[in-house]
């Protein structure tokens, strides 16, 4: 069975979702949709395309995933579709597919302009039911990648670069989850095999990595590497992001022993 994911910043509070959802089942009756987040801070697109990236990771070849994060909705932004390693992307053209078109091997990117495949009427409002939710109800259904529109160049907003120096890496923080854990763009692949002197987040200061949440209990702010594969602050039963108020700000320095 094929699988369409789903990604927005909507929040379920409102009826966008289910509607975006009856739109899919409609063109395409026995299509499993999976809801990846509907919780992406409002106009979030650097969150979006981190996740929407590393979610895919776990998705079978010939899924179509969705990714609605859209303030630029009825403007002139363009609307594309990428085909990355064998799986469908719809989103706005705003950065949103950035870690997709810079992490996989082989991609081809689109531009959605074959209205064909939209519904008969577009509300300038919520492109995500008129135009991406019937898009991908025809990719699972067999409709060709290469017919939705001519090829196109997609927007690419990278990652914020780590600062590497002699001893030492200088971060940030991403996003913040949930539980307040935030996860910083330092991947776990710069520390390996390095001895950690220490890691400096604002006025704390972490002496390691700790292998669990658990096990970072008796520290106010602790450091994981998360499912992700990257560096992670976290509080034991807590928030590191209400005990860091401004992390977004903050800048996340590992020393090593040299």
Excluded: W
Aim: proline content about 3%; charged content about 15%.
């Amino acid at each position: 069975m094929k699988l369409i994911g789903l990604l927005s910043d909507f929040s379920l509070s409102d009826p966008f979702v289910g509607i975006m959802k009856a739109v899919i089942h409609s063109l395409a009756a026995n299509v499993s949709i999976v809801d990846i987040t509907h919780s992406v801070p409002r106009h979030n697109i650097d969150y979006a395309s981190f996740i929407i990236y590393r979610s895919s990771l776990f998705f079978p070849e010939g899924s179509v995933l969705i990714a609605v994060v859209d303030p630029g909705v009825g403007s002139d932004r363009n609307m594309i579709a990428v085909n990355a390693d064998g799986k469908f992307f719809l989103a706005p053209d705003n950065g949103l597919l950035s870690q997709v078109c810079c992490f996989c091997k082989n991609v081809k990117a689109v531009s959605l302009t074959n209205r064909s495949l939209f519904m008969n009427k577009v509300s300038a409002t919520f492109h995500g039911r008129d135009i991406f939710a019937p898009v991908a109800a025809h990719l699972v259904n067999g409709f060709e990648f290469e017919k939705l529109g001519e090829k196109a160049e997609p927007l690419i907003v990278p990652l914020k670069q780590v600062i590497q120096g002699a001893g030492f890496l200088q971060g940030s923080v991403l996003f913040s989850d949930s539980f307040g854990n935030l996860t910083t763009n330092i991947p776990a692949s710069l520390l390996k095999n390095r001895n950690i002197k220490f890691i400096k987040a604002g006025n704390f200061i972490i002496d390691s990595v700790s292998s669990s949440y658990y096990d970072g209990r008796n520290n106010v702010i602790s450091a994981v590497i998360n499912s992700f594969d990257y560096l992670e602050l976290a509080a034991y039963m807590g928030s590191a992001a209400d005990i860091l108020k401004k992390f977004a700000q903050l800048d996340i320095v590992v020393e090593f022993n040299l």
